[in-house]
């Protein structure tokens, strides 16, 4: 078994069948992280039993564990901040809990790019359904002159050769990416004014890049996700009203650069 330099950050607020699913991903791996970041984001099911089961499982495949329960819902900005601050090793991945790896040595393979691209600081795989024959979800994302946004790839089949090749992007969706842990120096953290969630992660892969570094989509780690199950808990009605709300604020603020 070999460890990689790198910390993985999993907020959870419910959903603990998903979690376990993300979790045994990463033990699965042939590759390991040092560290774990494992946030309960004031969950009201299963979830703290799960994170103390996980907890000894991890431990014991050399994983060093780091979990705390937020009182409230902080939210993916707020919360995720928390736990990037905290970050020792020289790679961090975001990772939602509705995620999970499919390629065994996904941590190595993401890692190989970054040596491979120096001024890469934010590195995205290729997200597919969970269900056969796996079609893609998102390889990328792509933003158009009025700041609309739209994942590359959606639904087209998962070996397609137009998404079989690394793609130099303005955005990523944060599933489940890898970036240098150092960027929070260059850059800053996720933007808070995006609570609780949507567009804070297309907000920092732009800032990344205004600021002449690399944001990149590679096909070379291949991760399912159960698209929508982590914010699930705002309902519907919310959801709608908090997207609209955040991409009004995503495009002011970009509108010149997307034109």
């Avoid at 790198?6 to 959903?15: D, E, M, P, R, S």
């Avoid at 995205?124 to 946004?149: C, D, E, T, W």
């Avoid at 793609?167 to 120096?185: F, H, K, N, Y």
Wanted: proline content about 4%; overall charge neutral; charged content about 25%.
């Amino acid at each position: 078994m070999s460890f990689c330099d790198v910390a993985v950050v999993i907020l959870a607020h419910n959903g603990e069948e998903y979690t376990k699913f993300a979790l045994d991903s990463i033990l699965a791996g042939g590759n390991k992280p040092w560290e774990i970041f494992l946030v309960d984001n004031a969950s009201s099911d299963s979830t703290p039993e799960l994170i103390k089961q996980y907890t000894k499982l991890l431990e014991k495949a050399g994983i060093k564990v780091h979990t705390w329960r937020n009182d409230y819902n902080k939210g993916c900005s707020l919360a995720r901040n928390e736990a990037w601050e905290k970050v020792n090793s020289r790679y961090t991945v975001f990772m939602d809990n509705d995620a999970a790896v499919c390629s065994r040595d996904w941590l190595a393979r993401f890692i190989t790019c970054f040596d491979e691209h120096p001024k890469l600081r934010i590195l995205g795989g290729k997200m597919i359904y969970p269900f056969k024959p796996h079609p893609i979800q998102s390889a990328g994302v792509i933003i158009n002159p009025l700041g609309r946004v739209a994942f590359r790839g959606r639904g087209a089949a998962r070996n397609a050769p137009q998404y079989q090749a690394f793609w130099q992007t303005w955005g990523l969706i944060s599933a489940c990416w890898m970036m240098r842990t150092d960027l929070r120096e260059d850059v800053g953290y996720l933007d808070e004014t995006f609570h609780p969630v949507q567009y804070e992660d297309l907000d920092l892969c732009i800032r990344t890049r205004l600021a002449g570094w690399e944001v990149a989509y590679t096909p070379l780690v291949e991760i399912y996700h159960f698209e929508g199950m982590t914010t699930e808990a705002l309902g519907e009605d919310n959801y709608k009203t908090n997207i609209a709300k955040n991409s009004l604020k995503f495009r002011e603020r970009y509108h010149e650069l997307f034109k």
